[in-house]
């Protein structure tokens, strides 16, 4: 018998090869402030996906397209920051949830299938999902370190980056569509509060730990394989839900950074997130 | 009346325990003006929030209208910089002005005919009573900061903070405000205001402040502003050209 | 038109979409201008474990006692986290939504039934609503109306200015917390009845579809009720329509949705044309999660 062909295995190999990617993308998401967008996404996406899996196109394709649709609006949107595009978000994802239930319901046994897209079923990938996820996780890393630089200094300081000379705008669409492309990846496997939950909470445990880009970033894979895994055990050992079962190892695993290195520095990070710069 | 509107006797402020102002002596009177100088970061703003007691005293003593300096929020009034606010915010003119009146009016009354003449009065005074149903996000940079200056006007405080008032703002913007202020501190009001413009310090303050990390100088323009003071207190910012002028050059 | 509405269970839900509409309006202008989408979300999310606690320990009736604690435990959470500045706003947002939801999953997937329970969370039971149902549903209305309106000075000046709002001596963390709470309110008194995806909406969608008209508050306050309104009646009959003579299932949720995010749509273009008439605006602070120090 084929290692893969155990369920058990095949779903080991997709929360290391999903922790890691989310991870990874989650540097990025904590330190841009792009939560929000993430969770946008994932509700935006749905409805393409439904709407592929009816007409008989692949999935993924459905996601990419109903995603990378809502990628540059953001990205249009985002020029004006303000009360306009927050609410925009919000309105992203209440049609994209109504929508996509919406079209779910006309098919019949839809409760399933509904419940599949909120909280995942990590324990049915496919080899063929498996297959998917480990490309997603190899072009993802090679965008992110090839525009390393430029998605540093735009994130940092997009003024300064556009009179380096880098077009701040074209990197900020960049990595929208990096993250459109983590999401469409991984929601049908893990579904979109464990999508949401992996792509933040080890990045923003490892953004306690470091002020270096480097160093969060192996902090970020390293906490998020580690929920995959620690998840996927917790689940079998006291057969809960196992996306629930990750999302809560990897809300641990903040929590206990959040008081350990408070602990270890004697106070937070004094630099991103502080409230109170003087001026 | 013996209370000064603010008494700073060794006095250092900061946040989460670690100072980033220190040394600050001071002692301003009802009617006098104070300009805070000193480059971006000195602690300019640090103070003046310490003044509404939004900034930990951390060592010294800090007194404002003869009390805590919490304590005295109701009767002092703030003009924070107009870029900070979010210009697409659907609020008029007149709406903003009466925030000032907001702690007299209380949580549940409704607005009297008082609160809303002291709106009129105050846009008036600023020369923007035309404006009063403008949605503030159209108005100018030195529009808007008449309008919160008219706000705080209709708080009819006892002490003033101004946070860098001047800034972008036009001429006939900037000479209302003056104007405004030279008539607040001739009715009595005391007021502080933090300035990069070393011009408009020398001209407006009875008294000036040098920070930068700590207080380098007090006292009247011509004695706290001297190139020897400046160039201590700016490092190679402070540039002489002559004639017994300094300039600064900004990093 | 009138028609189908004579239909009782039709007419209560029409009723309970009136009272969510008169408390969404006013309630969906303070969510937009203190940019409270993300945290509306994240509310609607992790009142779910609340849910679940609640019918585990008292049946139906339980449901309402449990998404009151699980809405005001969130608020006070969020409002506490967003304070201490160990994380940012949004980051924090995610993980109470994400771990709480999470909580809530546990609990159900232990139960053979569980889909079945997380649809009807999704999409509430609008056509089953009893008049006790409405009766609760009026009386949180009269609450949260009352809250809104006791703090409304108080919160419009804390979004408008939060440095000069702290500086008249309000209390900034009190205020947010007092906002979150009312956002909570809402989100018990709707979710029985409409379901998260719906409440969602209700939530957003009003306020920010009436800024295209107006930058008069109020005036965004009713017009924002008048679309739930409006909404609300042709969803219900757009889903009765195509279900009873066409035989399409059209949740009546995602219809009402789906009509208050076409006429934000719509009204987009009108947006744009008001911001286009008007000046420029100067560069503004980069980001819009910065709290007053």
Not at chain 1, 24 to 46: C, D, N, P, Y
Not at chain 2, 95 to 106: F, P
Not at chain 3, 241 to 262: C, F, Q, R
């Amino acid at each position: 018998m084929n290692w893969w062909d155990d369920a058990l295995h095949r779903a080991t190999a997709e929360v290391v090869l999903v922790g890691a990617l989310a991870g990874l993308i989650g540097v990025q998401v904590v330190l841009r402030r792009l939560s929000f967008f993430t969770m946008a996404l994932t509700h935006a996406t749905f409805p393409g996906v439904v709407a592929a899996a009816i007409i008989g196109v692949n999935i993924y394709l459905g996601g990419v397209a109903a995603g990378a649709i809502i990628a540059l609006g953001v990205a249009a949107l985002g020029r004006r920051a303000g009360q306009n595009a927050a609410a925009a978000t919000g309105v992203m994802i209440a049609g994209g949830f109504a929508l996509g239930a919406g079209l779910v319901a006309t098919q019949s046994g839809f409760s399933r299938d509904l419940s599949s897209f909120l909280v995942g079923s990590i324990l049915t990938v496919s080899p063929r999902d498996l297959l998917v996820t480990a490309v997603a996780l190899v072009v993802v890393a090679a965008i992110l370190l090839a525009g390393a630089r430029p998605l540093l200094h735009t994130g940092f300081d997009p003024a300064g980056a556009r009179a380096a000379g880098f077009a701040a705008g074209r990197w900020d669409i960049v990595l929208l569509l990096t993250i459109e492309v983590v999401v469409v990846t991984v929601v049908p496997a893990v579904g979109t509060i464990l999508a949401l939950a992996l792509v933040v909470a080890p990045a923003a445990a490892a953004r306690l730990w470091s002020a270096r880009l480097s160093v969060i970033t192996a902090l970020a894979v390293t906490f998020g394989v580690l929920s995959g895994l620690g998840g996927l055990y917790a689940s079998s050992r006291w057969n809960v839900a196992a996306g629930a079962s990750i999302t809560l190892t990897a809300t641990a695993i903040l929590a206990l950074s959040t008081v350990l290195s408070r602990v270890v520095r004697g106070r937070g990070p004094a630099s991103l997130g502080s409230p109170a710069a003087p001026a | 009346m013996g209370d000064a509107a603010l008494r700073y006797a060794g006095v250092s402020l900061g946040y989460h325990g670690t100072p980033v102002l220190t040394d600050v002596e001071l002692t301003l009177a009802g009617g006098q003006r104070l300009a805070l100088v000193g480059p971006n970061g000195a602690g300019k703003s640090t103070l003046i929030k310490s003044v509404l007691g939004l900034v930990p005293v951390l060592g010294g003593t800090a007194t404002v209208l003869g009390g805590a300096p919490a304590g005295a929020r109701h009767r002092t009034g703030y003009v924070p910089q107009t870029g900070s606010l979010d210009a697409d915010f659907p609020v008029t003119a007149a709406q903003v002005v009466m925030m000032g009146r907001y702690r007299r009016i209380g949580w549940w009354r409704p607005t009297r005919a008082v609160d809303r003449r002291a709106v009129r009065e105050a846009l008036d005074r600023v020369g923007l009573a035309d404006r009063a149903g403008t949605h503030f996000g159209i108005l100018s940079g030195g529009q808007r900061q008449r309008v919160l200056l008219a706000r705080a006007l209709a708080a009819e405080p006892e002490l003033l903070l101004l946070d860098e008032p001047f800034n972008g703002v036009d001429a006939v913007s900037q000479e209302a405000v003056v104007r405004v202020l030279r008539e607040l501190g001739a009715a009595g009001t005391a007021l502080v205001l933090s300035t990069h413009d070393l011009t408009v310090a020398r001209e407006l303050a009875d008294q000036v402040c040098l920070l930068n990390g700590r207080q380098w100088a007090i006292g009247p323009p011509a004695a706290a502003l001297t190139g020897d003071i400046l160039r201590r207190a700016y490092g190679g910012h402070a540039v002489d050209v002559g004639d017994g002028r300094t300039v600064l050059v900004e990093p | 038109m009138i028609e189908p509405f004579t239909v009782p269970f039709l007419g209560r839900a029409l009723a309970e979409l009136a009272l969510l509409a008169l408390v969404c309006g006013p309630v969906s202008v303070f969510v937009f201008v203190r940019r409270l989408s993300f945290v509306s979300d994240a509310l609607t999310h992790t009142v779910f474990p609340g849910v679940v606690i609640g019918f585990l320990a008292g049946g139906v009736e339980g449901i309402v006692a449990g998404a009151l604690v699980a809405g005001v435990v969130t608020a006070v959470v969020l409002t506490l986290l967003t304070r201490g500045g160990a994380l940012s706003d949004d980051a924090s947002t995610a993980v109470v939504l994400t771990a709480m939801f999470s909580v809530g999953v546990v609990l159900v997937s232990r139960r053979s039934s569980y889909t079945a329970d997380l649809t009807s969370f999704l999409f509430g039971r609008i056509l089953t609503v009893t008049p006790r149902q409405l009766a609760e549903t009026a009386v949180l209305a009269a609450v949260i109306l009352g809250l809104l309106l006791l703090g409304a000075r108080a919160l419009i000046f804390r979004a408008f200015d939060p440095a000069g709002a702290a500086a008249a001596g309000y209390r900034i963390a009190g205020l947010d917390l007092w906002l979150n709470l009312v956002v909570a309110l809402v989100v018990v008194a709707a979710v029985r009845a409409v379901g998260t995806i719906l409440v969602v909406a209700l939530l957003i969608v009003p306020a920010a579809a009436a800024r295209m008209l107006t930058v008069r508050l109020t005036v965004m306050a009713a017009l924002g009720t008048g679309l739930i309104l409006l909404a609300g009646y042709g969803g219900l009959l757009a889903s009765w329509t195509a279900s009873v003579e066409h035989g399409i299932s059209l949740t009546s949720a995602s219809a009402v949705v789906l009509l208050l995010v076409l006429a934000y749509l719509l009204l987009l273009p009108l947006g744009a044309l008001r911001r286009r008439r008007r000046r420029p605006a100067p560069a503004r602070r980069g980001s819009p999660h910065e709290l007053v120090g």
